[in-house]
T-cell receptor, first 116, second 115 residues
Framework: ETGVTQTPRHLVMGMTNKKSLKCEQH?????MYWYKQSAKKPLELMFV???????ENNSVPSRFSPECPNSSHLFLHLHTLQPEDSALYLC???????????????FGDGTRLSIL | AQSVTQLDSHVSVSEGTPVLLRCNYS??????LFWYVQHPNKGLQLLLK??????LVKGINGFEAEFKKSETSFHLTKPSAHMSDAAEYFC?????????????FGQGTTLQVKP
């Protein structure tokens, strides 16, 4: 059983819809991450939060809006998405204020997003 | 800048034979290195990590990896493949000393295990 839970597991939406992805971790970690995994591409880091504060935005388009209300929850709000945004979105968490050199990240099972 | 290269995009082995997944890294400092596995429709699971202690690292499910600084390699091995090992494997390097919160992922190697 994973300590990082993502909902929904699958999401189909039109380009004009607004939806949110949710991530919850039960590991007592204080850093959380959003990644995008597309076919044939390496995993792409999108956002990093340490102690609820955003510390990294990897040039992500504004149609993706993250929210971290506390150290256990992370959301990704979606609006006006494009077909190329279809991908698996993975959430991860780690200990010690950001993971980094020797703290592994623990991943959820992801949300498979399809944009029509 | 740190980077990681997985030398094979696909590896196919027969059940019961050894597994070798190759990874080279580039780093301007002493890196932390990880191997993760991803089964279909699942997230990434940590197999093992190297953090400047013993150069031979043992992980879960019988996997191990050896850190070779002279060769800048961190290859993943297993003596005997099992059907359940079929998955995508990622070699990962930390993006700098300290708690930067960033990991650099390789392109992945798909391991196929034939009966």
């Amino acid at each position: 059983e994973t300590g990082v839970t993502q909902t929904p597991r699958h999401l189909v939406m039109g380009m004009t819809n607004k939806k949110s992805l949710k991530c919850e971790q039960h590991l007592g970690h204080n850093a959380m991450y959003w990644y995008k995994q597309s076919a044939k591409k390496p995993l792409e880091l999108m956002f990093v939060y340490n102690f609820k504060e955003q510390t990294e935005n990897n040039s992500v388009p504004s149609r993706f809006s993250p929210e971290c209300p506390n150290s256990s929850h992370l959301f990704l709000h979606l609006h006006t998405l494009q077909p190329e945004d279809s991908a698996l979105y993975l959430c991860a968490s780690s200990q010690a204020g950001g993971g980094g050199s020797n703290q592994p990240q623990h991943f959820g099972d992801g949300t498979r997003l399809s944009i029509l | 800048a740190q980077s990681v290269t997985q030398l094979d995009s696909h590896v196919s082995v027969s059940e019961g034979t050894p597994v070798l997944l190759r990874c080279n890294y580039s780093s301007s400092y002493s890196p932390s290195l990880f191997w993760y596995v991803q089964h279909p429709n699942k997230g990434l699971q940590l197999l093992l990590k190297y953090t400047s202690a013993a150069t031979l690292v043992k992980g879960i499910n019988g996997f191990e990896a050896e850190f070779k600084k002279s060769e800048t390699s961190f290859h993943l091995t297993k003596p005997s493949a099992h059907m359940s090992d079929a998955a995508e494997y990622f070699c990962v390097v930390s993006d700098g000393p300290g708690n930067t919160g960033k990991l650099i992922f390789g392109q992945g190697t798909t391991l196929q295990v034939k009966p």
